[in-house]
Nanobody, 117 residues
Framework: QVQLVESGGGLVQPGGSLRLSCAASGSGFSIYTMAWYRQPPGNERELVAA???????TYADSVKGRFTISRDNAKKTVYLQMNSLKPEDTAVYYC???????????WGQGTQVTVSS
């Protein structure tokens, strides 16, 4: 069974930085795209950034130039470095991983990021 464990959320002041991590446990599968989503209060979940197995990345327009997604395939871990944080970045952040076996797509438990002075 594949599980994702997220860490790194918290409270930060505007302009600050946070680094989220998401590690996949289990064996016998390959990992394809790794991504971060977020769900602000009262809003739908949205894609923040994604990284393919070959290293291609994509970002939401709202975070371009401020957030960086990276991954360590050997550790089955994806990171999200968030700089110049704004109050509108406040949300629950979820890790999502596409894998080579059922259920094909796995979600993390979510980690709260709050940007406030």
């Amino acid at each position: 069974q594949v599980q994702l464990v997220e860490s790194g959320g918290g409270l930060v002041q505007p302009g600050g930085s946070l680094r989220l991590s998401c590690a996949a446990s289990g064996s016998g599968f390959s990992i394809y795209t790794m991504a971060w989503y977020r769900q602000p209060p009262g809003n739908e979940r949205e894609l923040v950034a994604a990284s393919t197995r070959t290293g291609s990345t994509t970002y939401a327009d709202s975070v371009k130039g401020r957030f960086t997604i990276s991954r360590d395939n050997a550790k089955k871990t994806v990171y999200l470095q968030m700089n110049s944080l704004k109050p509108e970045d406040t949300a629950v952040y979820y890790c999502n991983v596409a894998i080579s076996m059922r259920p094909w797509n796995v979600w993390g438990q979510g980690t709260q990021v709050t940007v406030s002075s």
